[in-house]
């Protein structure tokens, strides 16, 4: 099946700054693609690059087969939903969603069935008559995405669409949206800095980086094998432990970590054979406390130096041979500084990076 | 649709370079080009009518040797000196006033702004009535009983620029007090308590840490007033048309004589070259302080 | 300073921002509003006396004080303004001025309007190569003194065939309209949030719809502003009137000037004080009616781009 979007040899200066370097990606139909990276790694400008506001330097834009990357916006088959919402102020909910069917030159009665689904599909009907400035925030966002939805495209087009709500709104309509795509099937890319938001959405997600995608892989995959050590580093909170030692394979797979021989004989190796210094990365989520460390392969004793409680959990802040160390305890623990604690973790749950191009071994 | 390739350059942005094509024609036909075409003719010898009979520097010559011309320059200089300094201080005096948290603030403001908006022409008229010495200030003030009272600026060739000042101030001070009170009100409260928890007296606050912070409003206002200063035309015409003899005379009117009255263009010409050179003269430190500074602030 | 026109905006007595606040009649305070006061006075003083001239036979004003109120009110000084005052061989009034006046002004607020709002939203929504050299070049221009262009323009509107026509004039002052109003145009549209312009284009609108289906309406206080700005200096020029017009359609301005300043016949001071304020009648509705809206008028022209 031919994919719904696909982008080839994307590139794109601003003046002597590149902003997207060589960029390859094929999104399939249906597909719910998260591009995820802090700011200014690009991920704007790709989706501004995919809608047709921005022209790129150099490569092209294929949806559906054909190829857009000179063409208008409204002539790709694309919606696009913008974190501040943009709705035009001096029309109704009803005259923002109908303008670009009017603009399509669209006949009257099928622009009124067409707005009527759209109000039903995301309950916004007796919102119609009012004009935005009238709505809050999260009805707003509706209006936003209804507007998209009206013309009846074949990707959707999200540009942080959230970020502007208040956390408790942003997790219901993040569920919406999930609903909204389960229900619609349209192939939908969306762009956030919020790693909970790409987690929970996405299909796949696009980490991105100084204007090149660094992984691109199932949220699963993304969190478990992360395959370099900027992905591994980005994703998860608290990130990622990293211990800066030597992997040798004469004996097995192993490291040494603060003088203390670790066994990788259960580590799934994306490069088997590799040797050399690497970096070591645990997740803090990862290491376990109390009983169950005494059960884990590998043990240490550390000593708490910070504690963090947030309730449910505590976050501790230890060090191992100079390497800051964060771990989590349950939050019915009492932890002061400089209490004694053994830790240990699986080294199977762990991700190796080599320390010249930090990527996964 | 779907398949349409890149677009040539010129093509690109179609309807917003359509758009801008009045925009084009007069930055390139208006304020380039009719300024390029009167200097070029200002070396010509064209009288009655344009002529290219090039006769080099021969006009600005003739120009600085006449006494017309002389005096306008003289006029504007001491006329310009004097509007832009009190200008200034009248405008920030109203202005922190009337930042006092006063009540009827808006009544105020709308008193010292109107003569704003009147033209230079009833400005003019408006106080050749009152400075006229037979039924005007003058003689109100001698009916009162001070029988040698004088006040008749307009008709003593030493003091006719003082009677066009006057009005020039009734007319623009309101601007600046505008521009002077935004300047004021765009000073963080805070400044204030500090200052006031310093011990440190208003008018002091005023000098030392509040007009120093006005600086782009004030270097802004210099820069409106001065290139008012130097189109000052209507309100000599309308006030004293020149007079008395050519103690009012002005650049802006030597130059529209010259070109509508005497039939003696290439003067004409030479003269708003000069005018030219000396706005030149104006906008270069102004950009320099305004955008030049900026990069080391 | 590209703040000013926020500031403007600001409801002023709670935020003035001077020293301290003070009780009512502290004795700072009764000296700030007896300077203010006597200001006042100072600058309404001309108004009033233009009024009370406009209101009195000749005859009392030959004998009387110019700031005494009239003793026997006429207002025949006002007719014979408007209606019967003489310039060269035109002895019907100011009102042919006035009819001039709108003839020119009317026209040449809106195009002047029209292709300025146009080319801000160019400039600031739709940039393209090299339009901020043209854009610098128009605001260099607002500095260059006319009397340097003037000339040349004769020559140019000679050539196509509008000199002397008020279509000539409508041009001009569309032309020198341009640099202020186009800086006002600009500065709205740039803070228009992008996203909105990015939403219309996704809707499948164009430049034109865009400008007046979703810019337009949005920027309808702007528009005042510009109106309010573009009529009173229009309305109050004088120099554009006297050189690209002939004197059948000298505006308000130029006839006033002939009228007052014209050294034949008896001078009729009241008439002149009448013709004087029938003149400022206009630039002075608009002024007293928009309030706030002309502050922000000039703050434009105090804003830099």
Redesign the interface.
Known sequence: MQPSVSIQNLKLDFGSVSVLRDLNLDIGQGEFLVLLGSSGCGKSTLLNCIAGLLEPTEGSIHINGNNVTWSEPSDRGIGMVFQSYALYPQMTVEGNLSFGLKNARMPKDEIKTRVARAAEVLQIEPLLKRKPAALSGGQRQRVAIGRALVRDVDVFLFDEPLSNLDAKLRADLRVEIKRLHQTLENTMIYVTHDQVEAMTLADRIAIMKGGVVMQLDTPDVIYNKPANKYVADFIGSPSMNFFDTVLTTADGPQVSIAGKDVSLAGYDFTRPGVSGDVWFGIRPEHILTGEMAGAAPTQFEVRAELAEPMGAETLVWSSLDGTALRFRVDGQMKITPGDALLIGFDPARASIFDKVEELRI | ???????T?LF??L???I??I???L??????????V???IYSFTNSRLL?SAEWVGLDQYERLWGTRRWLISIENLAIYGILMLILALVIGFL?A????????F??G???????????????TG??????L?PE???Q??VR?LGFETFSFDPLYNPDTVLYGVLIAGL?HTS??VM??ML????????DV?KAT?IDGIP?WK?YIVVVIPMMR??FI??L??VT?GI??L??LV??QT?GGPGLASEV??KF??DM??VSQN?AQ??A???M??VA?IF??IPWAYL?FGGKKHG | MADVTTNMRRPSPAHASGPKPRRAFSRKNIMIYSILFVLAVYYLLPFYVMLMTSLKGLAEIRTGNIFAPPMEITFEPWAKAWATVCTGLNCDGLSRGFWNSVKITVPSVFFSIAVASVNGYALSMWRFKGANVFFTILIIGAFIPYQVMIYPIVVLLREIGLYGNLGGLVLVHTVFGMPILTLLFRNYFSSVPEELFKAARVDGARFWTIYFKIMLPMAVPIFVVAVILQTTAIWNDFLFGVIYTRPENYPMTVQLNNIVNSVTGVKEYNVNMAATLLSGVVPLTIYFLSGKLFVRGIAAGAVKG
């Open positions: 649709m779907s398949q349409s390739g890149k677009p350059a690109k942005n309807s917003a370079k758009a801008a009045p925009m084009v007069t930055a390139l036909m208006v304020f380039v080009g009719c300024s075409w009167t200097i344009p109203l922190a006033l009337i930042d006092q948290k006063i009540r603030e808006d105020f403001r709308t008193i010292f702004l109107y003569p704003y908006a009147l033209s230079f022409i009833v008229l408006v106080w050749q009535w009152l006229n039924f005007g200030i003689n109100a009916n009734w309101g601007l505008c521009l935004a300047g004021l009100r765009g000073i963080d409260e204030w006031k208003a606050t782009p409003v802004t206002t820069v409106l290139s130097i189109k035309y209507d015409i309308a048309g650049p802006a130059v529209f070109m509508f263009l004409g010409f003269a708003s070259t005018m030219l706005v104006v906008i305004e």
